[in-house]
């Protein structure tokens, strides 16, 4: 496909489960941006990958969040035992390297912890 | 502390008529400002960009005005289509920092 898809698209949870996040970001895209958004809330960023390293993950919220990312291109992000705070729209973003305007996001996955 | 502010939640305007949505910032490190657009169940959109060497950018029916010593940007939408109804995010940052800082969002509501 041409855009950024994320997978999946809905997952619910219980409390205290691991969660596994996927984004495929746009070819040819060396960088790519996760960011959450909850209810009412402005975009928050988590991490940044420029290819295979993440320069900054001072915007993960806790150390049950980790990310990473394979061969330049997917990426995915993971939650460790889950907490009801963490429920939100999680969205994965890509851009050409230096391109910070138009970063291309993904539709997002609504995670909802019960 | 939000750096980025849309105080208004939502919006409503008549179809035809000029749509204007606002956004204060308060970090005076901000040197790039955005807006995007987004409908339900999908990512935002990038719309349109301006950075603080300028003071006004146009795109066809789209424009961004920017008042650095106020720290304020306004998009202004003229005219207003049904199709513009979407939620609107305005966001900034710093060239020297990949960071984009978000506001809230305002929805707008085209009224036919």
């Known amino acids: 496909g041409a855009g950024v898809s994320q997978s999946p698209s809905n997952k619910v949870t219980e409390k205290g489960k691991d969660v596994e996040l996927r984004c495929d970001p746009i070819?040819?895209?060396?960088?790519l941006y996760w960011y959450r958004q909850s209810l009412g809330q402005g975009l928050e960023f988590l991490i940044y990958?420029?290819?295979?390293?993440?320069?900054?993950k001072s915007g993960l919220p806790s150390d049950r969040f980790s990310a990473e990312r394979t061969g330049g291109s997917v990426s995915t992000l993971t939650i460790q035992r889950t907490q009801q705070e963490d429920s939100a729209v999680y969205l994965c973003?890509?851009?050409?390297?230096?391109?910070?305007?138009?970063?291309?996001f993904g539709p997002g996955t609504r995670l909802t912890v019960t | 502390d939000q750096q980025v502010k849309q105080n208004s939640p939502s919006l409503s305007v008549q179809e035809g008529r000029i749509s204007i949505l606002n956004c204060d910032y308060t970090?005076?490190?901000?040197?790039?400002f955005l807006w995007y657009k987004k409908y339900p169940a999908e990512g935002p959109t990038f719309l349109i960009s301006?950075?603080?060497i300028k003071d006004k950018n146009e795109d066809g029916r789209f424009t961004v005005f920017l008042n650095k010593s106020a720290k304020h940007l306004s998009l202004h939408i003229v005219p207003s289509q049904p199709g513009d109804s979407a939620v609107y995010f305005c966001?900034?940052?710093?060239?020297?920092?990949?960071?984009?800082?978000w506001g809230a969002g305002t929805k707008l509501i085209i009224k036919p």
């Open positions: 966001a900034a940052s710093a060239y020297s920092n990949y960071q984009l800082i």
């Open positions: 301006i950075s603080s």
């Open positions: 070819s040819g895209h060396t960088a």
């Open positions: 970090n005076s490190m901000f040197d790039y």
């Open positions: 990958f420029q290819g295979n390293s993440a320069p900054d």
């Open positions: 973003a890509s851009s050409l390297a230096g391109s910070l305007g138009e970063q291309y």
